[in-house]
């Protein structure tokens, strides 16, 4: 009967952080275009593999005088993977721990940033070149009230632009540019990169540098990958400013999820020149994310502790969307009542100070073990928020929620009567 709504709800409220002023509105009436750059993880950014740099666009963008970049920002996805970071950014509410969302509760009622953006006057949609069942997507994306998918129909895809998992980045990006221009505007597009995806293969005029020396083929092969990929986004933005829509857009862009899993830390640790313990492996699930505002000079280095739960609060805000009746679990990073407390869907977290990883608390920084004692207050409020957001998907209880007014829409009589 939704009456769990009410202890949620009141979590929400409590935990509200008021918009930034110096950056609400910020990015007001503009296009919103939002990147998933596939399998992005933060330790190849200002990074060179064996003197070769591998992400020159995006390094240019770590100090670029319009863009944000938020460099202690992590992934909070679980088993559902790059569907659950969609999740994250959609609604702001954690995956779920045993399974993909996207799957088990696609048909839920949910209250999405595209359903906020739309009741703005946004044309909101989705774009990615793969079949448009993957990941249940054709059914979640109704419920999350995104007008329009263009899956791999709407894409030009032959064996001479494809690639590993299918339509390679470069010629995916390139034709959503010309779809754009199509577009009634303002709109909301989320596109979806594809090919810097597990097995990291390339054709060879797509190898900008050589591979990598490790005993592993797969962390061998994703400096490349990602390469490919960091060209792509450069080119990106140049199709953009050609086709007239990069001055008035803003431009979000995210890693989602880690692409080199811990099979393969006796490799990374060849590269990185440390062992890779389980602090290590919390502290690589940092994956870079900007967010570039055209001619606004607004640019800088945000070092708040943060995580995908993050994006939709503070996008909205950007656009001068207020959130104080959505029901979120992240907060505007730039808000001044944000918290560096970024929670993993497997329970462990990360804040300021400490790190909980594998049962284990560690000292933030030097990675040394500490008693488990410093880090209980926060193991207690990570359990509680999963599982608050857990009872609002297995309840389906925004059913019973009007995020117009704010209301709950259950029956008080009975709730009082308890
Ligand atoms: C598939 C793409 C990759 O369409 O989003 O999914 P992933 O395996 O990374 O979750
Ligand atoms: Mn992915």
Redesign the pocket.
Known sequence: DGSELVEVNNYVRSNQADPNEKTFGLAEDRNLIVVSM??LQSFVLNNDMNGHEVTPFLNSLTNDKDTFYFSNFYHQTGL????DSEFLVENSLYGLGGGAVFFTHGENTFHSMAERLNDEGYFTNVM?A?KKS??N?DMMYQSLNIQKFYDVMSYDVNDDNSVN?GLKDIPFLEQSVDLMTDMPQPFYSRL?T?TN??PFTLDEEDMLIPEYDSNSGTLNRYFQSVRYMDESLKIFFDDLKEKGLYDNSIIVMYG??YGISENHNAAMSQYLGKEITPYESAKLQSVPMFIHIPNSGAGEEVSEISGQIDLRPTILHLLGVETNKDMQLGADIFSEDHEEFVINRNGGFITEDYVYAGNTCYENGSGIEVDVENCQTYIDRATQELGYSDKIINGDLLRFYDLKTGNLLIDETKESAK
């Open positions: 596939e399998s559902g993977k790059t569907s990615h793969n993957f990941w997507r998992w979806i594809l995806h597990h989602d999820h």
